[in-house]
């Protein structure tokens, strides 16, 4: 059972761009909904994260919107740059370990 | 200061052996975690450390696989009788374990091929 879904797979967006990504989550006790990215050869690392409490948290060209009732959660990539290309991963956590699932990866590609 | 290390950075083997990977967390770091990424599976826990204890085993796939951690420290995550489906990139991670918005830090893996 794939407790978190992601889409697209992949996703190829032009220099200055807007890049979306979604995922949606199956189990309510999830109360913790990072997203990592990964370069090729390193290992995750954290982008961005939001508690279900709020709506819309967002780091400089980097948002998360959460939609609590529909249980989905994306990532928004403003002005997005070629440095910008990698692999990312929504996750989610809770209860009493902070264990992560993870969706399966969007491989972003931004055209200069 | 330094990250989470691990090693060796590659790793390959034949079919049935065993293989041995290690994983520094940071220092201080009480909670550690391993996580295995095969290609179009995207990453997978394998198994949980709040200290020295393994309160979390679930992810383990058989028992062939087992792992442990000293001193709080330094982890060890043992593949016994290897199998082609075991390649993979073996990921550890490590947080402060205070809260669970605490972040955990990710290695950069250990690639394991079996031959």
């Known amino acids: 059972q794939q407790q978190v879904k992601q889409s697209p797979q992949s996703l190829i967006v032009q220099k200055g761009g807007i890049s979306i990504i979604n995922c949606a989550y199956e189990n309510t006790a999830f109360d913790y909904f990072p997203w990592y990215q990964q370069f090729p050869g390193k290992g995750p690392a954290l982008l961005i994260a939001i508690r279900p409490d709020v709506s819309e948290k967002k780091e400089g060209r980097f948002t998360i919107s959460f939609n609590k009732s529909a249980k989905q959660f994306s990532l928004h990539i403003m002005d997005s740059q070629p440095g910008d290309s990698a692999t990312y991963f929504c996750a989610a956590s809770g209860g009493s370990n902070y264990k992560l699932t993870f969706g399966k990866g969007t491989l972003l590609t931004v055209n200069p | 200061g330094a990250g989470v290390s691990q090693s060796p950075s590659n790793k390959v083997t034949e079919k049935g052996k065993d293989v041995e990977l290690r994983c520094d967390p940071i220092s201080g770091h009480t909670a550690l975690y391993w996580y295995r990424q095969s290609l179009g599976q995207g990453l997978e826990f394998l198994i949980y450390?709040?200290?020295?204890?393994?309160?979390?085993k679930s992810g383990l796939p058989s028992d062939r696989f087992s792992a442990e951690r000293t001193g709080g420290s330094v982890s060890t995550l043992t593949i016994q009788r290897t199998q082609q489906e075991d390649s993979a990139v073996y990921l550890c991670?490590?947080?402060?374990?205070?809260?669970?918005?605490?972040?955990?830090?990710f290695g950069p893996g250990t690639r394991l091929t079996v031959l």
């Open positions: 450390f709040q200290g020295n204890s393994a309160p979390d």
């Open positions: 991670a490590s947080s402060q374990q205070i809260s669970g918005t605490d972040t955990q830090y």
